[in-house]
Protein backbone atom coordinates (compact mmCIF):
# COMPACT_ATOMS: atom_id res chain seq x y z
CA UNK A 1 0.00 0.00 0.00
CA UNK A 2 1.23 3.19 -1.35
CA UNK A 3 0.83 6.46 1.40
CA UNK A 4 0.70 9.30 -0.69
CA UNK A 5 3.29 12.29 1.17
CA UNK A 6 4.52 15.81 0.52
CA UNK A 7 7.38 17.54 1.94
CA UNK A 8 7.07 20.15 4.41
CA UNK A 9 8.26 23.34 3.05
CA UNK A 10 7.29 25.81 6.17
CA UNK A 11 9.60 26.02 9.22
CA UNK A 12 6.86 26.78 11.24
CA UNK A 13 4.95 23.51 10.60
CA UNK A 14 8.17 21.74 11.34
CA UNK A 15 8.28 23.11 15.04
CA UNK A 16 4.11 22.39 15.60
CA UNK A 17 4.86 18.74 14.56
CA UNK A 18 7.62 18.61 17.04
CA UNK A 19 5.45 20.17 19.59
CA UNK A 20 2.47 17.79 18.87
CA UNK A 21 4.95 14.18 18.80
CA UNK A 22 5.47 15.31 22.75
CA UNK A 23 1.73 15.69 23.52
CA UNK A 24 0.82 11.95 21.79
CA UNK A 25 1.12 9.90 24.20
CA UNK A 26 1.51 9.79 28.21
CA UNK A 27 4.95 7.65 27.69
CA UNK A 28 7.65 10.09 28.28
CA UNK A 29 10.04 7.30 26.55
CA UNK A 30 7.84 6.83 23.22
CA UNK A 31 7.21 11.26 22.71
CA UNK A 32 10.79 11.62 22.98
CA UNK A 33 11.69 8.76 20.59
CA UNK A 34 8.97 10.23 18.07
CA UNK A 35 10.55 13.04 17.83
CA UNK A 36 14.12 11.79 17.93
CA UNK A 37 12.70 10.36 14.88
CA UNK A 38 11.25 13.11 13.08
CA UNK A 39 14.52 15.28 13.76
CA UNK A 40 16.75 12.68 12.13
CA UNK A 41 14.63 12.32 9.36
CA UNK A 42 14.53 15.84 8.27
CA UNK A 43 18.05 16.51 8.68
CA UNK A 44 19.53 13.16 7.17
CA UNK A 45 18.80 11.44 3.97
CA UNK A 46 17.92 8.43 5.24
CA UNK A 47 14.53 6.80 4.33
CA UNK A 48 11.62 5.34 6.52
CA UNK A 49 13.04 2.36 6.36
CA UNK A 50 16.64 2.79 6.71
CA UNK A 51 15.95 5.49 9.59
CA UNK A 52 14.10 2.97 11.58
CA UNK A 53 16.97 0.28 11.09
CA UNK A 54 19.53 3.10 12.59
CA UNK A 55 21.28 0.99 15.69
CA UNK A 56 22.64 2.75 18.30
CA UNK A 57 26.37 1.78 17.57
CA UNK A 58 25.51 3.64 13.78
CA UNK A 59 25.27 6.69 16.65
CA UNK A 60 27.67 6.59 19.55
CA UNK A 61 31.18 5.97 19.97
CA UNK A 62 32.17 3.57 22.14
CA UNK A 63 32.63 5.94 24.83
CA UNK A 64 28.90 7.10 24.62
CA UNK A 65 29.85 10.51 22.60
CA UNK A 66 27.95 11.38 19.22
CA UNK A 67 29.66 10.56 16.52
CA UNK A 68 30.05 13.69 13.88
CA UNK A 69 28.65 11.53 10.87
CA UNK A 70 27.13 8.58 9.60
CA UNK A 71 28.07 6.57 6.43
CA UNK A 72 25.41 6.72 3.94
CA UNK A 73 25.54 4.75 0.06
CA UNK A 74 29.92 5.90 0.12
CA UNK A 75 29.01 9.22 1.47
CA UNK A 76 29.09 11.05 5.17
CA UNK A 77 26.03 12.78 6.80
CA UNK A 78 27.13 15.15 9.59
CA UNK A 79 24.97 14.75 11.93
CA UNK A 80 24.34 18.70 12.80
CA UNK A 81 23.00 20.47 15.79
CA UNK A 82 19.49 19.86 15.79
CA UNK A 83 20.56 16.30 15.49
CA UNK A 84 22.89 15.90 17.93
CA UNK A 85 20.71 17.99 20.53
CA UNK A 86 18.15 15.66 19.89
CA UNK A 87 20.33 12.64 20.51
CA UNK A 88 22.07 14.03 23.77
CA UNK A 89 18.38 15.38 24.82
CA UNK A 90 17.17 11.16 24.64
CA UNK A 91 20.11 9.96 25.99
CA UNK A 92 20.47 11.99 28.60
CA UNK A 93 17.46 11.73 29.86
CA UNK A 94 16.94 7.56 29.36
CA UNK A 95 19.68 6.10 30.57
CA UNK A 96 18.63 2.94 29.50
CA UNK A 97 18.82 3.12 26.34
CA UNK A 98 21.86 1.40 25.47
CA UNK A 99 20.31 -2.17 26.44
CA UNK A 100 18.45 -1.78 22.87
CA UNK A 101 19.88 -2.77 20.03
CA UNK A 102 17.90 -0.07 17.70
CA UNK A 103 17.16 3.57 17.94
CA UNK A 104 13.71 3.27 17.17
CA UNK A 105 12.73 0.11 18.80
CA UNK A 106 13.24 -2.28 21.36
CA UNK A 107 14.79 -5.70 20.20
CA UNK A 108 13.50 -4.93 16.42
CA UNK A 109 12.89 -1.52 14.89
CA UNK A 110 8.99 -0.27 15.23
CA UNK A 111 7.54 -0.39 11.49
CA UNK A 112 6.79 2.62 8.81
CA UNK A 113 3.10 1.21 9.44
CA UNK A 114 3.23 2.70 12.93
CA UNK A 115 4.99 5.75 12.11
CA UNK A 116 2.19 6.24 9.33
CA UNK A 117 -0.68 5.39 11.24
CA UNK A 118 0.99 8.45 13.99
CA UNK A 119 1.70 10.79 10.96
CA UNK A 120 -2.10 10.23 9.69
CA UNK A 121 -3.40 11.47 13.34
CA UNK A 122 -0.76 14.18 13.51
CA UNK A 123 -1.76 15.44 9.84
CA UNK A 124 -5.75 15.56 10.98
CA UNK A 125 -5.20 17.01 14.45
CA UNK A 126 -3.24 20.02 13.04
CA UNK A 127 -5.37 20.23 9.96
CA UNK A 128 -2.17 20.02 7.29
CA UNK A 129 -3.23 20.96 4.09
CA UNK A 130 -0.53 18.45 2.62
CA UNK A 131 0.18 14.52 3.24
CA UNK A 132 1.74 13.70 5.92
CA UNK A 133 3.58 10.61 6.05
CA UNK A 134 6.92 8.67 6.93
CA UNK A 135 8.29 9.68 3.69
CA UNK A 136 7.47 12.91 4.34
CA UNK A 137 10.70 12.98 6.31
CA UNK A 138 12.76 12.39 3.27
CA UNK A 139 11.35 14.59 1.05
CA UNK A 140 11.63 17.34 3.49
CA UNK A 141 15.39 16.79 3.73
CA UNK A 142 15.91 16.99 -0.74
CA UNK A 143 13.77 20.38 0.00
CA UNK A 144 15.82 22.01 2.31
CA UNK A 145 18.84 20.70 0.79
CA UNK A 146 17.72 22.34 -2.61
CA UNK A 147 16.40 25.40 -0.78
CA UNK A 148 19.44 25.93 0.87
CA UNK A 149 22.47 25.10 -1.91
CA UNK A 150 20.67 24.47 -5.24
CA UNK A 151 22.99 26.89 -6.71
CA UNK A 152 25.82 24.82 -5.91
CA UNK A 153 25.80 21.79 -9.16
CA UNK A 154 28.28 19.82 -7.31
CA UNK A 155 25.75 19.35 -4.39
CA UNK A 156 22.77 19.08 -6.21
CA UNK A 157 24.06 16.64 -8.37
CA UNK A 158 25.95 14.31 -5.82
CA UNK A 159 22.28 14.84 -3.73
CA UNK A 160 20.55 13.40 -7.26
CA UNK A 161 23.31 11.00 -7.42
CA UNK A 162 22.47 9.66 -4.10
CA UNK A 163 18.50 9.79 -4.39
CA UNK A 164 19.21 7.18 -7.53
CA UNK A 165 17.33 10.13 -9.85
CA UNK A 166 19.12 9.45 -13.04
CA UNK A 167 16.02 8.83 -15.33
CA UNK A 168 15.05 10.95 -18.03
CA UNK A 169 11.92 12.06 -16.45
CA UNK A 170 12.92 12.14 -12.51
CA UNK A 171 14.00 15.13 -10.96
CA UNK A 172 15.07 16.11 -7.16
CA UNK A 173 12.44 19.26 -7.68
CA UNK A 174 9.50 17.08 -8.65
CA UNK A 175 10.70 14.35 -5.54
CA UNK A 176 10.84 16.90 -3.00
CA UNK A 177 8.48 19.68 -4.76
CA UNK A 178 10.14 22.47 -4.86
CA UNK A 179 9.42 24.97 -6.77
CA UNK A 180 12.17 26.56 -8.84
CA UNK A 181 10.46 28.62 -10.59
CA UNK A 182 10.05 30.54 -7.19
CA UNK A 183 14.19 31.30 -7.69
CA UNK A 184 14.48 34.66 -7.90
CA UNK A 185 18.33 34.35 -8.93
CA UNK A 186 18.68 33.71 -12.39
CA UNK A 187 22.03 32.76 -13.51
CA UNK A 188 23.38 32.60 -16.64
CA UNK A 189 27.08 31.81 -17.58
CA UNK A 190 26.73 32.00 -21.57
CA UNK A 191 29.22 34.96 -22.35
CA UNK A 192 29.35 35.72 -25.89
Not at 24 to 42: E, T
Request: charged share 20%; glycine share 2%; hydrophobic share 40%.
Amino acid sequence: MTINSNSIKNKDDIEIIKLCLMSMSRNDFICNRHVLYFILGINTCLKPKELLALEWITLLNDNYTIKNFINYNGYKFYLNTSCKQAILSFINKFDNHTKYKYVFGDNKPITIQAINILYGKIEKELALDYNFSALSLHKTFVYWQIANAHFDYNKMSKLKNLLYINEKNKSINIYSEYNINDDIIYINDVNL
